[in-house]
């Protein structure tokens, strides 16, 4: 095994320590959405939580102690999400949102 794949290992059981320790739900959903940034490289992390009528919602944005339930990205995302194309969970695996700066000078 190389020196690399060594290191994600020992960030997987440092992660699996932290979890483990999380004092309660919200300290856990910010350290899924933040921590597993050091083994898996992305940007933004979004945590979606199914509701009892089916529909998801943000609980957790990497980067952001508190989610704020009006913001335009939170609603985008859970618009996505729920979209009725979607009939089953399994449905959504990855959402990739690609920005570039040319757009926003339109």
Avoid: W
Avoid at 33 to 58: C, H, M, S, W, Y
Avoid at 71 to 77: E, H, S
């Amino acid at each position: 095994m190389n020196e690399d794949k060594n290191i994600k290992i020992a960030r997987l059981i440092g992660l699996e320590k932290k979890v483990r320790e999380a004092l309660s739900k919200d300290e856990l959903n910010f350290i899924l959405v933040n921590e597993i940034r050091e083994i898996v490289d992305f940007t933004n992390a979004f945590l979606l939580k199914q509701t009892p009528i089916g529909t998801f919602n943000v609980e957790a944005i990497s980067d952001l102690a508190i989610v704020d339930r009006t913001a335009p990205l939170v609603t985008f995302i859970e618009k996505i999400v729920n979209h009725k194309d979607h009939n089953q969970p399994k449905d959504i695996i990855n959402i990739c949102l690609l920005y570039t700066s040319d757009a926003a000078d339109e």
